[in-house]
């Protein structure tokens, strides 16, 4: 009976097989009919789904092998990182005559080509971690959005638009407004007005003066401003 571990590479095997020949199939896309081109995709991607299907059934497998990939990623880190260390140890020997050029170049060589290794294996690693997780997120709950933000209550003025709109003046309540104002200031008595009779009262009730023509009382014997005489000049009254 085949194993967890066998099944699951060979799935695996297929799938990388199938996604493969669909690639080629679309670049072949403008060469055939479209009638070709849709059955012979369509066909690749039926069997693409159900190996998907037989990788989604199987999820401890792949659980299992998600764990394994994760240590095997944790275990080529370490490696690169001592690698790294150990050039820059080379090259500080180098720089103070430890090393001669050539066997400074040959081990450098090395290290580099390790570490372009190392660099490869983690990204097929961390790419078929990815892949795999992609089962398992397809078996997780999803997580319920967060409930909207409440918009703030606004304070009911009781007044809708139109009786706002209402509340403003309208052009012809300010004409009447106009019109009243300037009948109000028609009915006002004119201060020029007002002051000519009260002169002429004056005028009436005084005596002018001969001689510089101020306005003094009716009873005055001498002017108020000059001091000439009034009354004897005015003629008996």
């Keep these: 009976m085949e194993d967890k571990m066998s099944l699951l590479k060979r799935l695996q095997a297929q799938r990388n097989d199938v996604i493969s020949k669909l690639n ?3 670049d072949k896309k403008s060469s055939v009919s479209a009638e070709v081109y849709d059955k012979v995709r369509k066909e690749y991607a039926e069997k693409l789904k159900a190996i998907d ?23 080529i880190s370490k490696r690169m990182k001592e690698t790294k260390f150990k050039m820059e140890e080379v090259e500080l020997r180098y720089s103070i005559g430890e090393y001669d050029e050539g066997s400074f170049k040959k081990v450098k060589a090395e290290d580099d080509a390790l570490m372009q290794q190392f ?9 078929s971690i990815q892949y795999y997780s992609s089962f398992i997120k397809g078996k997780e709950p999803e997580i319920p959005a967060a409930p909207p933000h409440p918009e703030p209550v606004k304070e009911d ?18 004409v009447a407004l106009e019109e009243l104002l300037s009948e109000e200031e028609a009915l006002k ?5 007002e002051s000519a009779p009260e002169q002429s009262v004056e005028k009436e009730k005084g005596v002018a003066c ?28």
């Design 53 to 75: 299907e037989q990788l989604n059934s199987n999820i401890d497998i792949v659980t299992e092998e998600i764990q394994r990939l994760k240590a095997e990623e944790e275990e």
């Design 157 to 174: 003025t009781g007044l809708k638009i139109d009786e706002h709109i209402l509340e403003e003046k309208l052009p012809e309540e300010e």
């Design 189 to 193: 008595p004119d201060a020029a007005g």
């Design 210 to 237: 001969p001689k510089c023509n101020h306005i003094n009382t009716a009873d005055s014997w001498y002017c108020e401003k000059c001091g000439a005489e009034i009354l004897g000049a005015a003629g008996p009254s």
């Design 119 to 127: 660099s490869e294996e983690l990204k097929r690693t961390r790419d």
């Design 24 to 26: 080629r199939i679309e």
